[in-house]
Structure formats: structure tokens, C-alpha cells
């Protein structure tokens, strides 16, 4: 590529690169460059290795104070336009789509990741050379465009991906190595951090770098993101990662949310790195504790059958305990004591997902879920009522798997759902008639399928209800079990 220096003086028009070449036309010539990375050239291949040859030729033939010198907008101008280019390298190298990955496609990615890699040792080499050349913020000023790009280039392609090579993972290693080297860090940690306690780092940058790949309809079109983003988590401590909460909780929940198991983990990674890094005043602050409690359980919750899939009953004796069993006993433990809303909700939330999942195997904490149930039900929940639903929902699966044990539990689960009835419906508070209803509904429900594990009982013991009672509603759902028809449960 040539570059256009007719609005040039006469006196410039035959400057070689390796000359006196002015930053005006050296901006120009980084623009021509970078258009023919990312402009509609960019999907020829034969443009765009020229493109690529013409950059590595003209960082080689630039001297190191041609690329920092000026200052104001003038600096400010080749240094952003050497940052737009840095970025359209990274973009150019990353790896496609999973859906459009393979060998043929992961060799190429790796061989494009070698040829930007020794670009960018050249470019950050020209920085090095700056720095003991020139006094001021000139060469700061274009590493602080740089360094962004080349950090997330360098990790992308230093693990060991499907998308790498032995060759491209070197490459990666040797620019990271001297990236560190130019920003005179001695860590990673140390570059995005701070080296110094009243040094900012360089997290903010690259998190907002990374953020536009990492939301719902973007993070699976680049499958190195998710990495780069936990990778580069991981290095940060406390109490540098406090002040980042609300930019990385939401990408992990995101990860951890996921279908594929191998995201969920990851995502479950990310989250205990939050919990043990971040200030837990802020997390009870910001209610980030809630978030990461839900997001955890329902990971765990999709875990455990990969998890137990070799655990195998014989049928010689009891049924050996799982990690389900030791989770859902954790939380029965929590719930009893819990009196905060919040967290009552949350707990409550779950309940029903780990019931349906041990099946009949509930039954060895039917004790303690009889106590949780019939505590949760005695209290109101606020206009929502989403504790009490859920362990309606609850309590009418447990009965549901655990049929056999049920009818000798007849009178404490009668009361506790006719006491409710009578609270729902004689309720002053603002709770909205749709909830009401909800929980009317479920209560009765609950009653229909208490009837049918103790075959009829319930029906005969609320004969004379209606006789006595003055409230419509609770009259109105002991009409509807009277006339249900339910199976009973007698095992046949």
C-alpha cells in the first residue's frame, strides 16, 4: 500500500517510510489499513493479506517516535486509530461460531492468531523502544488504546482451546509476556489491578471491551468470550473485584444459566470466585447474595444427574444417599431457623424442583420438610405471596411422591391448610384478589390430593364445615373437595 500524500508539501512527497514521515500521513495510512480490515474489502482474503503484509511494513519502517509524537488532538487522533486497528486484529483472529467450528476452520483461526501475533510484538515493541525515547505521556497515550485489544488477543489464543496450536499459543504467550513488559507489570493481576495501591488498572477497560459479546444474544458468537471473561476473573482478588460487582455478576449468572453443562460449570466457577472475592456487605447491600444463591441451585439442580449417573441401587438394602439428598438436607437446615423474607422466598423457590427430583426418596426428609411447610404456611409473605405458593406447590408433590407416609401426617396437614383457608380469607392487607385466588386454589388442591392419600378421610371430617362456617370463600373450597373426585392412592 502507498501512501496518498498529495495534500502533502513538496517537501514531504518524497519521504520514505523509514523517514520523516508526519503523523498526519501516518494516521492516514493506519485508516487505509484498518478499512481494509473491517470495510467490505475485508471479505477478500487476498485484500486483506495485503492489508496485513502492509501493516507489518509500515510498523517495521516507522520509527518509534513517528508513532507517539505530536500532541493534543493530534496524538490523541494516530493513537485511537492505532487502537481501532489493534481491535480489528483481535476481532480478525477470534474463532467462529461453535455451530460453524471445526478442524479445517480451527487451523485457520490458529494461523490467523500466529500472523497477528507477530504484528502485535512488533507494534508493542515499537512501544518499548518509545518509552526510553521519549518523555512525557506520547507513548502512554497509544499504549493506553493498545493494550485492551492486545490482552484479550493474547488470552484468547494462550489456552489451550479447541481453536489453538501449539505454534498460535506461544505466539499468544510471547505477546502477553511482553504486554506485561511494556505496561511494567509483574502480574497479570498486577496489569489489571494496579502495580501500586493508587494505580487503577486496567480491568475497567477490558470488562467494557468484553461486555457487548457478553450479553443474551451475543456471548455464544465468539466462543472464546466466556473464557477470556473467566480467565481473567479468576486473576482478580479482593478488593480490587468489589468495585467491578455489577459488571461481572450478571455475565456469570448469564454463563451458569445456560444449558450446555459445560457453561454451567464454568458459571458456577465464576460465582464462587465472586462470593469469596467480593465484600459480603456489598452483596447483602446490592441483594447479589440472592441471585447467587438461586443461580447456584438451579446449576446444581441440572448437575445432579450427570453427577449420579454411576451411582447405581441393587436392591440389597437402603438406597444410597446423593448429592441431592446432602444439598436439599443443607437447606431444610437454613430454612427452619430463616425469618428474613428474602431469603424465605428464595429457599421456598427451589423447594418444589428438589421434591420432584428424589421422587419417593423424599420420604428421608419427610420430618423436617413437615416442619419447614407447615412453619412457611403460617406466615405471610408479602403482596406477592411467593414463599407461601411455592410451598403449596411443594407440599402437594411431597404428598403426591410420598403417598404412604401421608395419611398418618391426616390432622397436622389438615389444620395447617384449613388455618390457612381462614387467614387468605380474612385477610385486610392489600394482597391483590389474583393472589388470593392463588392461594385459595393451591390450598384446596392441597386438600384434594390430602383426601386421596388417606382414602376419603378428609372429605368425612369436613362434613360439618359448611353447616358452621360463615366465610364464603372457606365454605367454597370444602365444597370443591367435597365433590372432587380424585383416585385414592392405595398402591394399586
Request: one cysteine or more; proline letters at 4%; aromatic letters at 4%.
Amino acid at each position: 500500500m502507498e501512501l496518498d500524500n498529495s495534500q502533502e508539501t513538496s517537501s514531504r512527497e518524497d519521504s520514505s517510510l523509514c523517514g520523516e514521515v508526519s503523523a498526519p500521513v501516518l494516521e492516514q495510512a493506519f485508516s487505509k489499513i484498518l478499512h481494509c480490515l473491517t470495510g467490505p474489502e475485508a471479505r477478500r482474503g487476498s485484500a486483506r493479506d495485503v492489508a496485513l503484509k502492509d501493516l507489518g511494513d509500515l510498523i517495521e519502517a516507522t520509527e518509534c517516535d513517528r508513532l507517539f509524537e505530536g500532541s493534543g488532538a493530534q496524538l490523541h487522533g494516530i493513537s485511537e486509530t492505532l487502537g481501532q486497528v489493534a481491535k480489528a486484529l483481535e476481532q480478525y483472529a477470534a474463532p467462529p461460531k461453535e455451530e460453524e467450528s471445526g478442524g479445517a476452520r480451527h487451523s485457520e483461526v490458529a494461523e490467523k492468531a500466529a500472523t497477528v501475533g507477530l504484528l502485535f510484538l512488533k507494534l508493542l515493541g515499537k512501544v518499548e523502544t518509545a518509552k526510553n525515547s521519549l518523555v512525557g505521556p506520547a507513548w502512554q497515550t497509544g499504549l493506553h488504546h493498545l493494550s485492551g485489544p492486545v490482552y484479550i488477543f493474547a488470552v484468547t489464543h494462550s489456552l489451550e482451546q479447541p481453536w489453538t496450536t501449539l505454534r498460535s499459543r506461544e505466539v499468544a504467550r510471547e505477546v502477553l509476556t511482553l504486554l506485561l513488559q511494556v505496561t511494567e507489570c509483574g502480574s497479570v493481576a498486577g496489569f489489571l489491578c494496579g502495580e501500586k495501591e493508587d494505580e487503577k488498572g486496567r480491568l475497567s477497560v477490558i470488562l467494557r471491551l468484553l461486555q457487548p459479546n457478553l450479553n443474551k444474544e451475543s456471548w455464544k458468537n465468539n466462543p472464546a468470550i466466556k473464557h477470556v471473561f473467566s480467565w481473567t476473573l479468576q486473576q482478580v482478588t479482593r478488593p480490587w473485584l468489589s468495585q467491578h460487582l455489577e459488571r461481572v455478576l450478571p455475565a456469570s449468572l448469564l454463563i451458569s444459566d445456560d444449558y450446555q453443562t459445560e457453561n454451567k460449570i464454568l458459571g458456577v466457577h465464576c460465582l464462587h470466585h465472586i462470593v469469596l472475592n467480593v465484600l459480603l456487605h456489598l452483596l447483602q447491600i446490592k441483594q447479589s447474595a440472592v441471585f447467587l444463591y438461586h443461580a447456584v441451585l438451579l446449576c446444581l439442580l441440572d448437575l445432579f444427574p450427570i453427577l449420579e449417573k454411576t451411582v447405581h441401587w441393587k436392591g440389597d438394602g437402603a438406597r444410597p444417599t446423593t448429592h441431592c439428598d446432602e444439598v436439599l438436607q443443607l437447606i431444610l437446615t437454613h430454612m427452619e431457623p430463616e425469618h428474613r423474607l428474602l431469603l424465605r422466598r428464595t429457599y421456598a423457590r427451589n423447594l418444589p424442583a428438589f421434591v420432584k427430583r428424589l421422587g419417593i426418596l423424599t420420604v428421608r426428609h419427610l420430618k423436617r420438610l413437615e416442619r419447614v411447610i407447615i412453619g412457611y404456611l403460617e406466615v405471610y409473605d408479602g403482596p406477592e405471596e411467593e414463599a407461601r405458593l411455592k410451598i403449596l406447590e411443594t407440599l402437594k408433590l411431597l404428598m403426591q411422591h410420598t403417598w404412604p407416609r401421608v395419611s398418618c401426617r391426616l390432622v397436622v396437614l389438615l389444620k395447617a391448610l384449613l388455618k390457612l383457608l381462614c387467614d387468605v380469607a380474612r385477610d385486610p392487607s392489600l394482597t391483590p384478589q389474583s393472589v388470593k385466588s392463588a392461594l385459595l386454589q393451591e390450598a384446596t388442591d392441597c386438600l384434594i390430593v390430602l383426601d386421596c392419600c388417606s382414602q376419603g378421610r378428609v372429605k368425612s371430617l369436613l362434613a360439618k364445615i359448611p353447616q358452621s362456617c360463615e366465610d364464603s370463600m372457606v365454605v367454597n373450597c370444602i365444597r370443591k373437595v367435597q365433590i372432587s373426585e380424585g383416585t385414592p392412592y392405595d398402591g394399586t
